[in-house]
T-cell receptor
Framework: GAVVSQHPSWVICKSGTSVKIECRSL??????MFWYRQFPKQSLMLMAT?????????EQGVEKDKFLINHASLTLSTLTVTSAHPEDSSFYIC???????????????FGPGTRLTVL | GESVGLHLPTLSVQEGDNSIINCAYS??????FIWYKQESGKGPQFIID?????DKRQGQRVTVLLNKTVKHLSLQIAATQPGDSAVYFC???????????FGTGTRLTIIP
């Protein structure tokens, strides 16, 4: 089956620093990737839709200048949390949509998540 | 609309019994529904999906039921095993919109 990886799996950083999280589709190409944030005991909240070769589409309330998304290739999207603060501590999860499933909505594969802790 | 999880409902089931997890969705235009399983510290794992032209779909030990009239979705897990302990989320979208909207989630605990 399709595999999506994330790196790092966890990261601890100091307040004010920036953190980059990578999302890779390992055995398929993805024109579209999605970034979610999940707080403890809560559901996944979509942050943005990452489109290869174009600007990301952010959900309402998500600061695009704080959460920078780059989808440079069909297998890689990155999320950079700039000037991180303790309230940014969360579980960040990406998903990727298989390019070959164009027209179908049932092939969104999730990564294992990245635990970010900002001190 | 968006579902925001403020409280995580819990369900405890004896090992070997059947479990039923429920989900109410809000968007009447949604025509595709998915159940995901999420274990602690991991990403969601696809379990089963169903389109709005169906009201029941079966997989291995799992069955999804869809009632569009009341906008209700359920996941039935037969003969539950310890490995079924996890948080289960329903998700919805409509064809042409790639975005998934996740439900609140239910924590399923299997009692040995």
């Amino acid at each position: 089956g399709a595999v999506v990886s994330q790196h790092p799996s966890w990261v601890i950083c100091k307040s004010g620093t920036s953190v980059k999280i990578e999302c890779r589709s390992l055995d398929f190409q993805a024109t579209t990737m999605f970034w979610y944030r999940q707080f403890p005991k809560q559901s996944l909240m979509l942050m943005a839709t990452s489109n290869e070769g174009s600007k990301a589409t952010y959900e309402q309330g998500v600061e695009k200048d704080k959460f920078l998304i780059n989808h440079a290739s069909l297998t890689l999207s990155t999320l950079t949390v700039t000037s991180a603060h303790p309230e940014d501590s969360s579980f960040y999860i990406c998903s990727a949509r298989d390019l070959s499933s164009q027209g179908s909505t049932d092939t969104q594969y999730f990564g294992p998540g990245t635990r970010l802790t900002v001190l | 609309g968006e579902s925001v999880g403020l409280h995580l409902p819990t369900l405890s089931v004896q090992e070997g019994d059947n479990s039923i997890i429920n989900c109410a969705y809000s968007n009447s235009a949604s025509d595709y529904f998915i159940w995901y399983k999420q274990e602690s510290g991991k990403g969601p794992q696809f379990i089963i999906d169903i389109r709005s032209n169906m009201d029941k779909r079966q997989g291995q030990r799992v069955t999804v039921l869809l009632n569009k009239t009341v906008k209700h979705l359920s996941l039935q897990i037969a003969a539950t095993q310890p490995g079924d302990s996890a948080v289960y989320f329903c998700a919805e979208n409509n064809f042409g919109n790639e975005k998934l909207t996740f439900g609140t989630g239910t924590r399923l605990t299997i009692i040995p």
